[in-house]
């Protein structure tokens, strides 16, 4: 039996020709099907904020230090703009919002239901999405039945950005912070020891002790020069003291010196921290708040219906076409 011939082009085109009517009616029956379920399908607004990331760099340093390297009142680079897109899209922000707007209530899911937060995350994730722009800002968009309860999710997540943004730094500012001071306490209660021992050294006459020996060397020589061994022993006596507490009097100076310093420097450290667990500053500048929209973002109804009477044609063509391929290679001389 000699092989199937290729359906040429010619009977393509007869082909068509002969089930253009055919092809017609589907389009046109999927058109009215596709635009009928496209009634029956919510209505979705679309509300949007847009924002820039600040630069997160330390707060008290602007206040505490003399050289300034950052600029609160800058826009923040691409890492900041990364690190503020991570925190709309965490489950501190998502749990928040889900929370306020009871959307288990408002997408209709049953929290007892097996996989309920599973549901809601992808729910969530199809109608609440944050991206980068190329313009390196951030855009919040949220998709809703209620173009009223859009607008308000969206603010909402600008808002709380700030809030978890600060209050993560905080609590890390705060850890910082209470190193500090326990640094500081431990180095003032050192300071105070040393100088409570060399109160003591005072009070045996320690006062200063390189002038001391000096001034009785001094007057241990001119007592020996003018025979005065009377005195001259009393000034050997009093240099044998001070010769014994000299080790202790030295060591008490030079830690005190260190220390202070040390002691200066935590308490602008210790103030510093302060500022930085305490402030709280915008994390974001708002470029665009959210409005309610005025006309609906989805379904795009004719597009439905389009697409439906396109790919209904299409698949219903190649079928026929098949179909009608089959027969000729069952029948060669069709």
Do not use: C
Not at 38 to 65: C, K, N, P, R, W
Not at 114 to 124: F, I
Not at 253 to 271: C, D
Not at 283 to 293: E, I, P, R, T
């Amino acid at each position: 039996m000699p092989s199937p011939r290729p359906m040429e082009s010619t009977h393509l085109l007869v082909f068509l020709s002969r089930n253009f009517k055919t092809l017609m009616a589907i389009g046109f029956l999927s058109a009215v099907a596709a635009s009928g379920v496209s009634f029956l399908l919510d209505e979705y607004y679309q509300s949007t904020v847009v924002m820039f990331a600040t630069s997160q760099h330390s707060i008290g340093e602007q206040f505490f230090e003399e050289t300034k390297k950052n600029d609160l009142l800058a826009y923040g680079e691409t890492e900041d703009a990364e690190r503020l897109l991570q925190i709309l899209n965490s489950h501190r922000i998502r749990n928040r919002i889900i929370t306020k707007y009871d959307l288990y209530t408002h997408y209709d899911l049953d929290r007892a239901e097996p996989g309920a937060k599973t549901d809601m995350a992808k729910t969530y994730n199809s109608n609440v999405s944050a991206s980068l722009t190329r313009f390196g800002s951030i855009k919040v968009e949220v998709l809703d039945t209620d173009p009223n309860m859009a607008r308000d999710m969206a603010n909402d997540m600008a808002f709380l950005v700030d809030s978890v943004s600060n209050q993560m730094r905080n609590e890390r500012a705060r850890e910082a912070f209470n190193l500090a001071i326990h640094t500081l306490k431990k180095t003032s209660q050192q300071i105070a020891e040393a100088e409570d021992s060399l109160a003591t050294l005072h009070s045996m006459g320690i006062y200063d002790f390189e002038a001391q020996v000096e001034g009785l060397t001094a007057q241990y020589g001119m007592a020996l020069a003018s025979g005065n061994k009377s005195a001259a022993r009393t000034m050997q006596s009093d240099l044998q003291k001070i010769a014994g507490l000299a080790n202790g009097y030295n060591n008490l100076s030079a830690f005190l010196e260190g220390a202070y310093e040390q002691q200066s420097l935590l308490k602008k450290r210790v103030e510093l921290m302060r500022v930085d667990a305490e402030t709280q500053l915008p994390s974001s500048f708002v470029v665009d708040y959210a409005s309610a929209a005025d006309k609906k973002s989805k379904p795009v109804r004719w597009l439905i219906v389009v697409m439906t009477a396109v790919i209904a044609v299409g698949a219903s063509f190649l079928a026929m076409l098949a179909w009608e391929t089959l027969q000729r290679a069952q029948t060669p001389n069709a």
